[in-house]
Nanobody, 121 residues
């Protein structure tokens, strides 16, 4: 069964960096658009960054210039490099991807399990 498996969260001081990874486990045919969302304490889930299969990116204003989304199609994996972290970046981060499991089928929406990022001194 295909899953998205996240890794890389943790505790970091303000100004520090973390890199999140999200890998599609199991066999897939193609990975289309992929995204990172986050949900802070008592906040709604929000889109942080996205990247299309062609490499076009889009970022939330709050993270533009500090976060970078990237992907490695050969590994069915995508990343979120987070630099200059601030306390307001504290949240559970979720990865999301449109995965085509078999040739000719419709891509389906998959979510990772979430990983906690805490920015605190």
């Amino acid at each position: 069964q295909v899953q998205l498996v996240e890794s890389g969260g943790g505790l970091v001081q303000p100004g520090g960096s973390l890199r999140l990874s999200c890998a599609a486990s199991g066999s897939i045919f193609n990975m289309y658009g992929v995204r990172w969302y986050r949900q802070g304490p008592e906040k709604q889930r929000e889109l942080v960054a996205e990247i299309t299969s062609g490499g076009s990116t889009n970022y939330a204003g709050a993270v533009k210039g500090r976060f970078t989304i990237s992907r490695d199609n050969a590994k069915n994996t995508f990343y979120l490099q987070m630099n200059s972290l601030k306390s307001e970046d504290t949240a559970v981060y979720y990865c999301n991807a449109d995965l085509q499991i078999h040739r000719g089928t419709i891509p389906l929406d998959y979510w990772g399990q979430g990983t906690q990022v805490t920015v605190s001194s």
